[in-house]
């Protein structure tokens, strides 16, 4: 049988999203959201991971609650928070949740933003993207130009950005829109589900991280490689 379960960096990721979505709700006061964060922390994370992970973690997104600033929201409209979208791209419907989408008053561009747990992916020295994270930049960005579709087909337009908030490291990463990689996504997106459903044969693809950590099937599945890292 197998059983799901959650994990530490997703429970964390969510509950940071929760306490900004409702700052921009307007739910919860700036200047409340670190004593907030602390003070519920035990109610919303539930899974553990290495004490010295745990700890960094809770000090950086408890920094970051310390530190933010939201006057830039001065100059924006908010259009959705945790905003569902559903969508059809080729004949296959697909839903998501937009972390936040506003529009500039002044010139009335829409900005995309979402929120990221996950380590910064841009070099500090040279602001290109590391290599180690160059196949999840790129995923990532996927998903960002998904959501660009659904945003054209209900305001007429596309975002004029893409907005990852890096909440950890307090970093952000700021993507222009770009016509020609959001095509190349709409043709991946619908050439990938049509082979995935005339595939027949799926074989097991191993990561010890994520499969030891994240996999939400992670202690049913018979594929699991038990042991030390690197053996």
Known sequence: MYYPEGNYYAEVGSYVHEI?????????????????????????????????IEENTFEACANYFCDVGFDWLNHFDVLGVEKEVKDEIGGYKFTGFIDLLVRNKETGDIILIDHKSAKYPLSKKTGKVLKSHEASFESYKKQMYLYCHAIKQEYGEFPKHIVWNHFKGQDIVDIPFNMEEYL???????????????????????????CHNLCDFRSSCEYVQYGEEGE
């Open 20 to 52: 900004l979505a409702m700052i921009f709700r307007k739910e919860l006061a700036v200047e409340d959201a670190a004593r907030y964060f602390v003070d519920h922390f035990d109610d919303n994370v539930f899974y553990h991971t290495k004490p010295v």
């Open 184 to 210: 190349s996504t709409i043709h991946w997106f619908v050439e990938t589900i049509g082979n995935i459903a005339h595939e027949d044969d799926f074989p097991e693809t191993y990561d010890y991280f994520y």
